[in-house]
C-alpha cells in the first residue's frame, strides 16, 4: 500500500511555503502520497482565529484517511504547524514513522514577542486573542516531555529571523526516542524557499525514504549476522532504526552478504563510516607525515561542531577520531567520545600515545572508547627518532601497556597497533613484533608508505632478497607469538574481529606488492 508524507503549514500560512519540499517529495524512489494540508479558514485573505479545535481534528482526520487503509504516513510540521501536529499525534494517538519539525517555536516569551509582532504585521487581522492563544498554546506544547520511540528530525533555519535556531536544540530534549537535528547554513524561517541550495528539502526527503523504507528479508538476514558478530551495530540501529538499509547495502556488509561490492557512478547508500579529525594539532613530526608536505592552521573543532556533523551523517555506525592531527590533543577528546558513543555510534580513536596516562585512559573508557588503534612506526631508539622525532618511543610502549591493562580490570576495548613500515625501519620490524606481542594488544597491523612523497622510501621500492626474508620471519614470528598480522584490506571491513583471518597479511609479501593502479 502506498505510504503518505502529510505536510502541515503553520498558522497564517499557507501550502506555499511547503510547496517546494512536497515537490522534493514526489521524487522519492517508489509510490508516496504528498498531502498538503490546508488548515481551516485559511487560504482567504483575512486570517483566521487561532483555534486548535478546528486545527487538530482536521490533522487527525487526514492521518486517519491514512491509517484506516493501513498505510504509514510520515507527518513534516512547519512553524507552528510542528505546534498542532504534536497535539494532533498526542490526542489521536497517532504513531507516525517519522515526525519532521521545521523551524517550529518551542517557547514564545517576553524576549521574542517582538519577532513574532513583526512577523505578524502583514495579517493585520490577528486579534490579540489569537495571538495570546498561540504563544499559551505553543509554550504549552513546547514544554511537554514525550515517551514513546517515534523518531524525530529537527530542520532549522541558521538565520531564523522568526523562531531562535536555539529552540531546535531545545526540541531535543523533548523526546526519549532517537532525535536528530539539522541547522541549514543560511537559511531564514520560511525554510523550504529560503534555502536556494535545496538541503532542506533534501534533508527531509532522505529521511522520509528511510522512514518508509520495509526492511527486506536479505536486508534482515544481513543485520542479523551483523550484530551477530558486532553486538555494537545492533545498539546503533535501536537508536537509529532508519539506517538499517544503508548498514545492510554497504561496501562493508559485502563480506556478510558474501557478494563482493562493485562501486557504481551513484552510491546507493549514504556513508556508515566516518573519519573525523577533531584537531590538526599534533606532538610529533614524524617523518613520512604529510603533515611535512601540508603546511595547515592549527584548529580544534568545537563539540557543538561534531555534534552536528554526526547529525549529518546519522547512517555513521562507525565514528573514528582520526587525522593528521593527534586527538588526545583536544582537551575535550573524551567528551567527542561520548557524544558519539551516547548516539550509538562505535567509536574509535587513532592516537600515538605519547598523552594516553592511565588518567586519559580511564577516560576514554569511561566515556565509551569502543576500539583504539596506537601509530607505532619503530620500537628501536635510533629509527624512532628518525621516523617519529617528537618524544621517546618509551613513553608510547609504556602508555600502551598501561591503557591495555586498564581496560582489562574495566571494560573491553578493541586495541591495535598500525605500523607503516618504511624502508629505514623494515629492519628493525622483527624487534617491532617482539616489542607489541607483549602489549597485550589484539592485532598488529602493517602497511607500506603512501603519499607520492615517500614513494622513494617505500618498501615495495626498495625490495630486496634480504628484505623480503626480514619480512617473512617478522610475521612468522608474529604468528608464533599468538599476534595475529593484517594488512589495510581490512580497515572498512565490518565484524574485523570475527573475520580476521580474511585480512591476515598472507604471504607477507602483500605488504609490499602493490596493484598497478596504485604506482
Same mark, same amino acid.
Given at each position: 500500500?502506498?505510504?503518505?508524507?502529510?505536510?502541515?503549514?503553520?498558522?497564517?500560512?499557507?501550502?506555499?511555503?511547503?510547496?517546494?519540499?512536497?515537490?522534493?517529495?514526489?521524487?522519492?524512489?517508489?509510490? /508516496?502520497?504528498?498531502?498538503?494540508?490546508?488548515?481551516?479558514?485559511?487560504?482567504?485573505?483575512?486570517?483566521?482565529?487561532?483555534?486548535?479545535?478546528?486545527?487538530?481534528?482536521?490533522?487527525?482526520?487526514?492521518?486517519?484517511?491514512? &491509517?484506516?487503509?493501513?498505510?504509514?504516513?510520515?507527518?513534516?510540521?512547519?512553524?507552528?504547524?510542528?505546534?498542532?501536529?504534536?497535539?494532533?499525534?498526542?490526542?489521536?494517538?497517532? /504513531?507516525?514513522?517519522?515526525?519532521?519539525?521545521?523551524?517550529?517555536?518551542?517557547?514564545?516569551?517576553?524576549?521574542?514577542?517582538?519577532?513574532?509582532?513583526?512577523?505578524?504585521?502583514?495579517?493585520?487581522? #490577528?486579534?490579540?486573542?489569537?495571538?495570546?492563544?498561540?504563544?499559551?498554546?505553543?509554550?504549552?506544547?513546547?514544554?511537554?516531555?514525550?515517551?514513546?520511540?517515534?523518531?524525530?528530525?529537527?530542520?532549522?533555519?541558521?538565520?531564523?529571523?522568526?523562531?531562535?535556531?536555539?529552540?531546535?536544540?531545545?526540541?531535543?530534549?523533548?523526546?526519549?526516542?532517537?532525535?536528530?537535528?539539522?541547522? /541549514?547554513?543560511?537559511?531564514?524561517?520560511?525554510?523550504?524557499?529560503?534555502?536556494?541550495?535545496?538541503?532542506?528539502?533534501?534533508?527531509?526527503?532522505?529521511?522520509?525514504?528511510?522512514?518508509?523504507?520495509?526492511?527486506?528479508?536479505?536486508?534482515?538476514?544481513?543485520?542479523?549476522?551483523?550484530?551477530?558478530?558486532?553486538?555494537?551495530?545492533?545498539?546503533?540501529?535501536?537508536?537509529?532504526?532508519?539506517?538499517?538499509?544503508?548498514?545492510?547495502?554497504?561496501?562493508?556488509?559485502?563480506?556478510?552478504?558474501?557478494?563482493?561490492?562493485?562501486?557504481?557512478?551513484?552510491?546507493?547508500?549514504?556513508?556508515?563510516?566516518?573519519?573525523?579529525?577533531?584537531?590538526?594539532?599534533?606532538?610529533?613530526?614524524?617523518?613520512?607525515?604529510?603533515?611535512?608536505?601540508?603546511?595547515?592552521?592549527?584548529?580544534?573543532?568545537?563539540?557543538?561542531?561534531?555534534?552536528?556533523?554526526?547529525?549529518?551523517?546519522?547512517?555513521?555506525?562507525?565514528?573514528?577520531?582520526?587525522?593528521?592531527?593527534?586527538?588526545?590533543?583536544? &582537551?575535550?577528546?573524551?567528551?567527542?567520545?561520548?557524544?558519539?558513543?551516547?548516539?550509538?555510534?562505535?567509536?574509535?580513536?587513532?592516537?600515538?600515545?605519547?598523552?594516553?596516562?592511565?588518567?586519559?585512559?580511564?577516560?576514554?573508557?569511561?566515556?565509551?572508547?569502543?576500539?583504539?588503534?596506537?601509530?607505532?612506526?619503530?620500537?628501536?631508539?635510533?629509527?624512532?627518532?628518525?621516523?617519529?622525532?617528537?618524544?621517546?618511543?618509551?613513553?608510547? #610502549?609504556?602508555?600502551?601497556?598501561?591503557?591495555?591493562?586498564?581496560?582489562?580490570?574495566?571494560?573491553?576495548?578493541?586495541?591495535?597497533?598500525?605500523?607503516?613500515?618504511?624502508?629505514?625501519?623494515?629492519?628493525?620490524?622483527?624487534?617491532?613484533?617482539?616489542?607489541?606481542?607483549?602489549?597485550?594488544?589484539?592485532?598488529?597491523?602493517?602497511?607500506?608508505?603512501?603519499?607520492?612523497?615517500?614513494?622513494?622510501?617505500?618498501?615495495?621500492?626498495?625490495?630486496?632478497?634480504?628484505?623480503?626474508?626480514?619480512?617473512?620471519?617478522?610475521?612468522?614470528?608474529?604468528?608464533?607469538?599468538?599476534?595475529?598480522?593484517?594488512?589495510?584490506?581490512?580497515?572498512?571491513?565490518?565484524?574485523?574481529?570475527?573475520?580476521?583471518?580474511?585480512?591476515?597479511?598472507?604471504?607477507?609479501?602483500?605488504?609490499?606488492?602493490?596493484?598497478?593502479?596504485?604506482?
Amino acid at each position: 500500500m502506498t505510504p503518505g508524507v502529510l505536510l502541515i503549514h503553520g498558522y497564517t500560512g499557507s501550502p506555499r511555503e511547503i510547496a517546494p519540499l512536497a515537490a522534493g517529495i514526489e521524487t522519492m524512489p517508489g509510490p /508516496v502520497e504528498v498531502s498538503v494540508l490546508l488548515l481551516p479558514g485559511h487560504g482567504d485573505r483575512i486570517p483566521p482565529a487561532f483555534d486548535p479545535e478546528r486545527f487538530v481534528p482536521a490533522i487527525g482526520s487526514e492521518v486517519e484517511r491514512f &491509517r484506516r487503509a493501513g498505510r504509514e504516513i510520515v507527518i513534516v510540521g512547519h512553524s507552528t504547524g510542528g505546534i498542532l501536529a504534536l497535539s494532533a499525534i498526542a490526542e489521536y494517538a497517532i /504513531v507516525p514513522r517519522l515526525l519532521v519539525l521545521a523551524s517550529v517555536p518551542n517557547r514564545i516569551d517576553g524576549s521574542h514577542f517582538e519577532r513574532w509582532r513583526i512577523h505578524s504585521a502583514g495579517n493585520p487581522g #490577528i486579534s490579540l486573542t489569537s495571538m495570546a492563544r498561540m504563544v499559551s498554546t505553543t509554550n504549552r506544547v513546547g514544554s511537554e516531555v514525550r515517551s514513546g520511540r517515534v523518531p524525530v528530525l529537527i530542520v532549522h533555519g541558521e538565520r531564523d529571523e522568526l523562531v531562535p535556531v536555539e529552540d531546535a536544540f531545545t526540541w531535543r530534549m523533548r523526546f526519549s526516542g532517537p532525535v536528530r537535528t539539522v541547522v /541549514v547554513p543560511g537559511a531564514g524561517h520560511d525554510l523550504f524557499n529560503t534555502d536556494p541550495g535545496g538541503f532542506a528539502v533534501d534533508v527531509v526527503r532522505r529521511s522520509a525514504a528511510d522512514a518508509l523504507h520495509i526492511v527486506t528479508d536479505d536486508e534482515k538476514e544481513t543485520l542479523r549476522r551483523l550484530a551477530d558478530a558486532e553486538p555494537s551495530a545492533a545498539r546503533f540501529l535501536a537508536r537509529s532504526p532508519h539506517s538499517a538499509s544503508h548498514l545492510a547495502n554497504s561496501p562493508g556488509a559485502g563480506g556478510l552478504r558474501e557478494t563482493p561490492f562493485a562501486p557504481g557512478p551513484v552510491a546507493d547508500t549514504e556513508p556508515v563510516i566516518a573519519n573525523i579529525e577533531i584537531t590538526t594539532r599534533c606532538n610529533l613530526r614524524c617523518a613520512f607525515c604529510a603533515r611535512t608536505s601540508i603546511r595547515r592552521k592549527e584548529r580544534d573543532m568545537p563539540l557543538g561542531r561534531f555534534g552536528r556533523l554526526l547529525d549529518l551523517l546519522p547512517h555513521a555506525w562507525r565514528v573514528t577520531l582520526v587525522g593528521l592531527g593527534e586527538p588526545l590533543l583536544h &582537551r575535550e577528546v573524551a567528551d567527542f567520545v561520548s557524544e558519539a558513543s551516547s548516539r550509538g555510534r562505535h567509536v574509535t580513536l587513532a592516537t600515538n600515545a605519547v598523552l594516553l596516562t592511565e588518567e586519559m585512559s580511564r577516560r576514554l573508557i569511561g566515556a565509551g572508547l569502543d576500539a583504539v588503534a596506537f601509530s607505532l612506526d619503530a620500537v628501536d631508539a635510533g629509527p624512532a627518532s628518525t621516523v617519529r622525532a617528537g618524544a621517546t618511543v618509551e613513553t608510547s #610502549i609504556g602508555n600502551i601497556r598501561t591503557f591495555a591493562a586498564v581496560s582489562s580490570k574495566t571494560r573491553p576495548v578493541a586495541k591495535a597497533v598500525f605500523s607503516a613500515v618504511s624502508s629505514s625501519t623494515a629492519p628493525y620490524l622483527e624487534r617491532l613484533v617482539e616489542t607489541v606481542a607483549r602489549l597485550g594488544v589484539d592485532v598488529l597491523m602493517l602497511s607500506d608508505l603512501n603519499f607520492p612523497a615517500n614513494r622513494s622510501h617505500t618498501v615495495w621500492k626498495n625490495i630486496d632478497e634480504r628484505t623480503k626474508s626480514i619480512v617473512d620471519r617478522a610475521v612468522r614470528k608474529a604468528f608464533s607469538l599468538r599476534l595475529p598480522v593484517l594488512s589495510v584490506t581490512g580497515l572498512e571491513e565490518f565484524a574485523p574481529a570475527a573475520r580476521y583471518r580474511e585480512h591476515l597479511l598472507i604471504p607477507p609479501s602483500m605488504l609490499y606488492h602493490r596493484q598497478q593502479k596504485r604506482r
